[in-house]
T-cell receptor, first 113, second 115 residues
Framework: AQSVTQLGSHVSVSEGALVLLRCNYSSSVPPYLFWYVQYPNQGLQLLLK??????LVKGINGFEAEFKKSETSFHLTKPSAHMSDAAEYFCAVIQTQGGKLIFGQGTELSVKP | GAGVSQSPSNKVTEKGKDVELRCDPISGHTALYWYRQSLGQGLEFLIY????????KSGLPSDRFSAERTGGSVSTLTIQRTQQEDSAVYLC?????????????FGNGTRLTVT
Protein backbone atom coordinates (compact mmCIF):
# COMPACT_ATOMS: atom_id res chain seq x y z
CA ALA A 1 0.00 0.00 0.00
CA GLN A 2 1.13 3.51 -0.65
CA SER A 3 0.73 6.69 1.37
CA VAL A 4 1.72 10.34 1.27
CA THR A 5 2.67 12.70 4.08
CA GLN A 6 2.80 16.43 3.58
CA LEU A 7 4.69 18.21 6.33
CA GLY A 8 2.96 21.40 7.35
CA SER A 9 -0.71 22.06 6.75
CA HIS A 10 -0.02 25.79 6.40
CA VAL A 11 3.04 27.51 4.98
CA SER A 12 3.43 31.28 4.83
CA VAL A 13 6.11 33.06 2.81
CA SER A 14 6.78 36.63 1.75
CA GLU A 15 6.44 37.64 -1.87
CA GLY A 16 9.75 36.96 -3.62
CA ALA A 17 10.87 34.36 -1.07
CA LEU A 18 11.60 30.70 -1.72
CA VAL A 19 8.66 28.33 -1.59
CA LEU A 20 9.30 24.84 -0.21
CA LEU A 21 6.43 22.41 0.29
CA ARG A 22 7.40 19.01 1.65
CA CYS A 23 6.10 15.63 0.56
CA ASN A 24 7.24 12.18 1.63
CA TYR A 25 5.77 9.01 0.23
CA SER A 26 5.63 5.37 1.11
CA SER A 27 5.26 2.75 -1.59
CA SER A 28 6.17 -0.91 -1.82
CA VAL A 29 6.75 -0.60 -5.56
CA PRO A 30 8.14 2.22 -7.72
CA PRO A 31 5.64 5.05 -7.70
CA TYR A 32 4.53 7.80 -9.94
CA LEU A 33 4.28 11.11 -8.09
CA PHE A 34 2.20 14.20 -8.73
CA TRP A 35 1.63 17.68 -7.37
CA TYR A 36 -1.78 19.27 -7.83
CA VAL A 37 -2.85 22.80 -7.01
CA GLN A 38 -6.28 24.05 -6.00
CA TYR A 39 -6.89 27.77 -6.20
CA PRO A 40 -9.68 29.23 -4.06
CA ASN A 41 -13.12 28.12 -5.25
CA GLN A 42 -11.66 26.18 -8.15
CA GLY A 43 -11.04 22.54 -9.01
CA LEU A 44 -7.72 20.72 -8.84
CA GLN A 45 -5.24 21.06 -11.65
CA LEU A 46 -1.96 19.30 -12.33
CA LEU A 47 1.17 21.24 -11.43
CA LEU A 48 3.78 18.61 -12.36
CA LYS A 49 4.48 14.88 -12.31
CA UNK A 50 7.31 12.40 -11.97
CA UNK A 51 7.01 9.14 -13.87
CA UNK A 52 10.37 8.01 -15.20
CA UNK A 53 13.59 9.61 -16.36
CA UNK A 54 14.93 12.86 -14.98
CA UNK A 55 14.38 13.17 -11.27
CA LEU A 56 14.05 16.95 -11.39
CA VAL A 57 10.76 17.82 -13.00
CA LYS A 58 9.50 21.23 -13.98
CA GLY A 59 5.89 22.25 -13.90
CA ILE A 60 3.71 25.20 -14.61
CA ASN A 61 4.10 28.65 -13.06
CA GLY A 62 7.80 28.19 -12.26
CA PHE A 63 7.37 25.27 -9.87
CA GLU A 64 9.65 22.25 -9.83
CA ALA A 65 10.08 19.12 -7.74
CA GLU A 66 12.84 16.60 -7.25
CA PHE A 67 12.26 12.88 -6.79
CA LYS A 68 14.72 11.51 -4.22
CA LYS A 69 14.32 7.78 -3.89
CA SER A 70 16.82 7.51 -1.03
CA GLU A 71 14.79 10.00 0.99
CA THR A 72 11.37 8.89 -0.35
CA SER A 73 10.67 12.56 -0.96
CA PHE A 74 9.15 14.71 -3.69
CA HIS A 75 9.37 18.25 -2.36
CA LEU A 76 7.92 21.14 -4.36
CA THR A 77 9.89 24.37 -4.77
CA LYS A 78 9.70 27.73 -6.44
CA PRO A 79 12.55 30.24 -6.23
CA SER A 80 10.39 33.34 -5.88
CA ALA A 81 6.82 33.38 -4.60
CA HIS A 82 4.12 35.48 -6.24
CA MET A 83 0.88 36.58 -4.64
CA SER A 84 -0.94 34.50 -7.23
CA ASP A 85 0.68 31.32 -5.84
CA ALA A 86 -1.60 31.41 -2.80
CA ALA A 87 -3.52 28.15 -2.99
CA GLU A 88 -3.71 24.66 -1.57
CA TYR A 89 -1.17 22.16 -2.83
CA PHE A 90 -1.59 18.40 -2.83
CA CYS A 91 1.04 15.71 -3.31
CA ALA A 92 -0.18 12.36 -4.66
CA VAL A 93 1.21 8.89 -5.35
CA ILE A 94 0.11 6.02 -7.58
CA GLN A 95 1.69 2.64 -8.21
CA THR A 96 3.19 2.30 -11.68
CA GLN A 97 0.93 -0.60 -12.51
CA GLY A 98 -2.05 1.61 -11.88
CA GLY A 99 -4.78 1.69 -9.31
CA LYS A 100 -5.89 4.31 -6.89
CA LEU A 101 -4.21 7.68 -6.59
CA ILE A 102 -3.58 8.59 -2.95
CA PHE A 103 -3.34 12.22 -1.89
CA GLY A 104 -1.64 13.87 1.02
CA GLN A 105 -3.52 16.09 3.45
CA GLY A 106 -2.64 19.23 1.52
CA THR A 107 -0.59 22.31 2.34
CA GLU A 108 -2.15 25.74 2.23
CA LEU A 109 0.32 28.32 0.94
CA SER A 110 -0.11 31.96 1.92
CA VAL A 111 1.97 34.70 0.31
CA LYS A 112 2.46 37.95 2.20
CA PRO A 113 3.15 41.21 0.37
CA GLY B 1 -16.86 21.18 -23.09
CA ALA B 2 -14.65 18.15 -22.83
CA GLY B 3 -14.04 18.23 -19.08
CA VAL B 4 -15.37 16.12 -16.22
CA SER B 5 -18.88 17.25 -15.37
CA GLN B 6 -20.49 16.85 -11.96
CA SER B 7 -24.05 17.56 -10.88
CA PRO B 8 -25.50 19.10 -8.90
CA SER B 9 -22.86 21.67 -8.01
CA ASN B 10 -24.51 22.22 -4.64
CA LYS B 11 -26.86 20.02 -2.64
CA VAL B 12 -28.51 20.75 0.69
CA THR B 13 -30.32 17.87 2.30
CA GLU B 14 -31.83 16.99 5.63
CA LYS B 15 -30.24 14.46 7.90
CA GLY B 16 -31.56 10.99 7.15
CA LYS B 17 -32.36 11.62 3.49
CA ASP B 18 -30.66 9.83 0.60
CA VAL B 19 -28.67 11.74 -2.03
CA GLU B 20 -27.29 10.91 -5.45
CA LEU B 21 -24.31 12.67 -6.97
CA ARG B 22 -23.55 12.35 -10.65
CA CYS B 23 -20.30 12.35 -12.62
CA ASP B 24 -19.82 12.45 -16.39
CA PRO B 25 -16.17 11.64 -17.15
CA ILE B 26 -14.20 12.76 -20.16
CA SER B 27 -15.13 10.75 -23.24
CA GLY B 28 -12.74 7.83 -23.71
CA HIS B 29 -11.57 7.86 -20.10
CA THR B 30 -12.49 4.53 -18.58
CA ALA B 31 -10.82 5.04 -15.21
CA LEU B 32 -13.01 7.00 -12.80
CA TYR B 33 -12.40 8.06 -9.22
CA TRP B 34 -14.47 9.56 -6.42
CA TYR B 35 -12.86 11.59 -3.64
CA ARG B 36 -14.23 13.49 -0.66
CA GLN B 37 -12.73 16.80 0.43
CA SER B 38 -13.51 17.99 3.94
CA LEU B 39 -12.02 20.87 5.89
CA GLY B 40 -8.80 19.69 7.43
CA GLN B 41 -9.11 16.22 5.92
CA GLY B 42 -7.50 16.70 2.55
CA LEU B 43 -8.62 14.51 -0.33
CA GLU B 44 -10.00 11.21 0.88
CA PHE B 45 -10.16 8.39 -1.67
CA LEU B 46 -13.58 6.76 -1.87
CA ILE B 47 -13.81 4.43 -4.87
CA TYR B 48 -12.09 3.68 -8.18
CA UNK B 49 -13.52 2.17 -11.37
CA UNK B 50 -11.25 0.75 -14.07
CA UNK B 51 -12.97 -0.50 -17.20
CA UNK B 52 -14.91 -3.70 -16.59
CA UNK B 53 -12.88 -4.72 -13.54
CA UNK B 54 -14.43 -4.90 -10.11
CA UNK B 55 -14.23 -1.45 -8.52
CA UNK B 56 -11.83 -0.72 -5.67
CA LYS B 57 -14.23 0.22 -2.87
CA SER B 58 -11.64 0.28 -0.14
CA GLY B 59 -12.17 3.97 0.63
CA LEU B 60 -15.91 3.98 1.19
CA PRO B 61 -16.38 5.07 4.82
CA SER B 62 -19.49 3.03 5.60
CA ASP B 63 -22.14 0.84 4.01
CA ARG B 64 -24.30 3.95 3.58
CA PHE B 65 -22.04 4.86 0.67
CA SER B 66 -22.23 3.13 -2.68
CA ALA B 67 -21.35 3.93 -6.28
CA GLU B 68 -22.03 2.50 -9.66
CA ARG B 69 -20.89 3.13 -13.15
CA THR B 70 -23.28 2.38 -15.96
CA GLY B 71 -22.05 1.51 -19.42
CA GLY B 72 -18.49 2.36 -18.49
CA SER B 73 -19.28 6.05 -18.53
CA VAL B 74 -21.52 7.96 -16.13
CA SER B 75 -21.09 7.26 -12.43
CA THR B 76 -23.44 7.87 -9.52
CA LEU B 77 -22.36 8.11 -5.90
CA THR B 78 -25.21 7.41 -3.49
CA ILE B 79 -25.24 8.26 0.18
CA GLN B 80 -28.09 6.76 2.17
CA ARG B 81 -29.45 8.12 5.45
CA THR B 82 -27.14 11.11 5.31
CA GLN B 83 -25.43 12.33 8.45
CA GLN B 84 -24.00 15.76 9.23
CA GLU B 85 -20.47 14.38 9.01
CA ASP B 86 -21.15 13.58 5.35
CA SER B 87 -21.05 17.30 4.59
CA ALA B 88 -18.12 17.84 2.24
CA VAL B 89 -17.18 18.47 -1.37
CA TYR B 90 -17.36 15.29 -3.43
CA LEU B 91 -14.93 15.27 -6.34
CA CYS B 92 -14.94 13.04 -9.38
CA UNK B 93 -11.95 12.52 -11.65
CA UNK B 94 -11.11 10.47 -14.72
CA UNK B 95 -8.05 9.41 -16.68
CA UNK B 96 -7.29 7.25 -19.74
CA UNK B 97 -7.32 3.49 -19.33
CA UNK B 98 -4.12 1.75 -18.29
CA UNK B 99 -2.08 4.90 -18.17
CA UNK B 100 -1.04 5.15 -14.56
CA UNK B 101 1.35 7.97 -15.38
CA UNK B 102 -1.36 10.16 -16.85
CA UNK B 103 -2.83 12.76 -14.52
CA UNK B 104 -6.37 12.81 -13.26
CA UNK B 105 -8.80 15.33 -14.66
CA PHE B 106 -11.07 16.64 -11.95
CA GLY B 107 -14.58 17.97 -12.04
CA ASN B 108 -15.53 21.02 -10.00
CA GLY B 109 -17.19 18.89 -7.37
CA THR B 110 -20.55 18.71 -5.61
CA ARG B 111 -20.77 20.57 -2.32
CA LEU B 112 -23.03 18.55 -0.03
CA THR B 113 -24.48 20.13 3.08
CA VAL B 114 -26.44 17.97 5.49
CA THR B 115 -28.61 19.97 7.90
Amino acid sequence: AQSVTQLGSHVSVSEGALVLLRCNYSSSVPPYLFWYVQYPNQGLQLLLKYTTGATLVKGINGFEAEFKKSETSFHLTKPSAHMSDAAEYFCAVIQTQGGKLIFGQGTELSVKP
Amino acid sequence: GAGVSQSPSNKVTEKGKDVELRCDPISGHTALYWYRQSLGQGLEFLIYFQGNSAPDKSGLPSDRFSAERTGGSVSTLTIQRTQQEDSAVYLCASRPTGQANSPLHFGNGTRLTVT
